[in-house]
Each structure stands twice: as structure tokens, then as C-alpha cells.
């Protein structure tokens, strides 16, 4: 025994730590690869729902006239600092969920998370998808992700190879991949 056995302490050389577990909300366990899945992809849905339902109501309109002319909504009797405010409260709801599923995702934190690194891929993401629309960060999202999961397989420089293939979409879609294949495809049907 060492010597904090007499104040209970015990030796902590000997103890396992304990396994990590994911937690189990509603009492769906998550520890399967396939219910975490299912679970990230169920939320994922009511996500992406509840986001296209904010984008077409009225406060999403009065959101829309405040992002392109903030004095004329506030002319117009709308309270743009609550507006906004509001809006930030709800990005920042299911920027924490998201969090939430990362954390239950890898069962621990780290500050590399927080990194320069990784913020630039977000940001790179939601710009190269197109920020104005809601499937445009999704498509920027898997475009990243291919590149930084798949490609860096093959090619030593991903990094250069993203950096590429960003300003290749800045270049010809400015507006990013997703309203730039919307502007193509109305070209195309208006030609055919």
C-alpha cells in the first residue's frame, strides 16, 4: 500500500481508468457506429428542416431585408439589432448541437479542435458551397472533407491542392459552388 492508503487515497498506480462511454439521450445507446449514425444523421435532418423553415418564414424575410438594407428595415420599423441578436442566439443553438455530436463523437475535447486549422476549413467550407444558401455549406462541407480525408491519402500537399481547388471555384463561381450550378443549369435551360 502507499503511503495515502491511511487517508483512503489508495494507489492510484493500480486503478484502470474508467471506460469512456457515450451518453445514451432519450435512452438510445450510442455506442454502435450505426445508432450514432443514425442519430447524427436523424438530427442532421430536423436541422436542416428547422433551418429551411427559419429562411422561409417572416423573420427570415425581415433577416433577408436586414443582411441587404439594414436602414431601410430599420426605416421601415424593424429592429435590427434584435434581428440580428436573435439570429445569433439561433446559429449559436445548433452550433452547440453540432458541438454536442462532436464531443459524443470522439468522447473527448481537445483545444486542437478549436485551431486556427480547422475554423479556415469551416470558413473555406461555407465559402466555397455558397453562403447565401442553405445546401451551400453542406456541399462545401463534403468538398473539404473529401479533399482532406481521401485525396491527402495520395497527395502529400492536400493543403495546396484545397487552396487550389478554392480559388478555382472563387474564380469561375464566385458566388460559390452551389448558386454558381444554379446560374449554369438556368443558362442551359434558357439556351435549350
Given at each position: 500500500m502507499?503511503?495515502?492508503?491511511?487517508?483512503?487515497?489508495?494507489?492510484?498506480?493500480r486503478?484502470?481508468?474508467?471506460?469512456?462511454?457515450?451518453?445514451?439521450?432519450?435512452?438510445?445507446?450510442?455506442d454502435g457506429?450505426?445508432?450514432?449514425?443514425?442519430?447524427?444523421?436523424?438530427?442532421?435532418?430536423?436541422?436542416?428542416?428547422?433551418?429551411?423553415?427559419?429562411?422561409?418564414?417572416?423573420?427570415?424575410?425581415?433577416l433577408k431585408g436586414?443582411?441587404?438594407?439594414?436602414?431601410?428595415?430599420?426605416?421601415?420599423?424593424?429592429?435590427?439589432?434584435?434581428?440580428r441578436?436573435?439570429?445569433?442566439?439561433y446559429?449559436?443553438f445548433?452550433?452547440a448541437?453540432?458541438?454536442l455530436l462532436?464531443?459524443?463523437?470522439h468522447?473527448?475535447?481537445?483545444?486542437?479542435s478549436?485551431?486556427?486549422?480547422?475554423?479556415?476549413?469551416?470558413?473555406?467550407a461555407?465559402i466555397?458551397?455558397?453562403?447565401?444558401?442553405?445546401?451551400?455549406?453542406?456541399?462545401?462541407?463534403?468538398i473539404v472533407?473529401l479533399?482532406k480525408?481521401?485525396?491527402?491519402?495520395?497527395?502529400?500537399?492536400?493543403?495546396?491542392?484545397?487552396g487550389?481547388?478554392?480559388?478555382?471555384?472563387?474564380?469561375?463561381m464566385?458566388?460559390?459552388?452551389?448558386?454558381g450550378?444554379?446560374?449554369l443549369?438556368?443558362?442551359?435551360?434558357?439556351?435549350?
Amino acid at each position: 500500500m502507499g503511503h495515502g492508503a491511511a487517508l483512503g487515497i489508495g494507489d492510484r498506480r493500480r486503478q484502470r481508468p474508467a471506460r469512456l462511454a457515450r451518453p445514451a439521450p432519450f435512452g438510445i445507446n450510442l455506442d454502435g457506429a450505426t445508432a450514432f449514425y443514425y442519430f447524427s444523421l436523424v438530427i442532421t435532418v430536423i436541422a436542416i428542416a428547422f433551418m429551411a423553415r427559419f429562411v422561409a418564414s417572416p423573420f427570415g424575410a425581415a433577416l433577408k431585408g436586414t443582411r441587404d438594407q439594414s436602414r431601410r428595415m430599420s426605416a421601415l420599423g424593424h429592429d435590427v439589432w434584435m434581428i440580428r441578436w436573435l439570429t445569433f442566439i439561433y446559429a449559436g443553438f445548433w452550433g452547440a448541437v453540432s458541438g454536442l455530436l462532436f464531443v459524443y463523437y470522439h468522447k473527448y475535447i481537445h483545444p486542437v479542435s478549436l485551431s486556427l486549422a480547422n475554423s479556415a476549413e469551416g470558413l473555406l467550407a461555407v465559402i466555397a458551397g455558397g453562403s447565401g444558401t442553405l445546401a451551400g455549406p453542406l456541399v462545401g462541407a463534403a468538398i473539404v472533407m473529401l479533399l482532406k480525408n481521401y485525396v491527402s491519402g495520395y497527395v502529400e500537399r492536400w493543403n495546396m491542392l484545397l487552396g487550389f481547388v478554392f480559388v478555382v471555384i472563387v474564380v469561375f463561381m464566385p458566388e460559390g459552388v452551389v448558386p454558381g450550378v444554379k446560374r449554369l443549369w438556368r443558362r442551359y435551360i434558357s439556351k435549350a
